[in-house]
């Protein structure tokens, strides 16, 4: 399938169907070491990009990703709303005007959008953070991209792996950012929620093209 406007648009559907489908856990998730309120976050910030997207589809990917970016800037609560209004933002730029995503240029609107959430958060890999499921996902991209030979779904699907695995590998870590860096030790053992909802977001970028 083509990375075009009906691609980006199935893709934010998927997203807040995801949202959706995954709220309790990403609640759950988030009390452990949270506010607890991640999960309803998400949920209600995708839902007003669904509502955003019915008044009128945009005519790019990139103008697709700008609303996405404001509408969670101005309606999710957190850290959340800023990372994620951030990351959208700086991958619309990214991606400028095509009205057809490749797979460099998916690779580097995915690096875009993590260079936005570290320097919005000032994490890196290993803080416990959203930054761990998004490094290696713009890293796994770039591999697939860079070979020349990989097709769309290809690059979508290495990238949606490696987030997944990253989000997995925050059991362990002991959060150095965040409120979750408040507990120090007791932060190991729990699963980072932005990591999850991270993963949640790539690989609902997978189904809608697949």
């Not at 509502?51 to 957190?78: F, I, Q």
């Amino acid at each position: 399938m083509e990375l075009d406007i009906a691609w980006t648009v199935k893709w934010l559907q998927l997203c807040a169907e995801a949202m959706a489908e995954h709220r309790v856990e990403l609640i759950e998730l988030d009390r452990a070491i949270g506010d607890s309120d991640h999960g309803e976050n998400m949920d209600r910030g995708f839902q007003a990009v669904l509502a955003k997207l019915a008044d009128g589809p945009p005519e790019t990917p990139s103008a697709a990703l700008k609303l996405t970016a404001m509408t969670l800037m101005s309606t999710v609560g957190g850290a959340a709303g800023p990372l994620y209004g951030t990351a959208f933002l700086r991958a619309a730029t990214s991606l400028g005007d095509a009205a057809r995503i490749d797979p460099p240029a998916w690779a580097a609107a995915l690096a875009a959008a993590r260079d936005g959430i570290v320097a919005r958060g000032k994490a890196e890999p290993g803080d416990k953070t959203m930054v761990d499921a998004w490094t290696p996902a713009v890293d796994a991209a770039r591999n697939a991209a860079d070979g020349g030979n990989a097709d769309n779904l290809a690059v979508l699907v290495a990238a949606a792996e490696a987030a997944e695995a990253g989000a997995v590998a925050t059991d362990p870590m002991v959060a150095r950012k965040g409120r979750a860096s408040y507990l120090g030790e007791r932060s190991a053992g729990h699963r980072d929620p932005g990591a999850v909802s991270s993963a949640l977001i790539l690989r609902a970028a997978v189904e809608a093209a697949a």
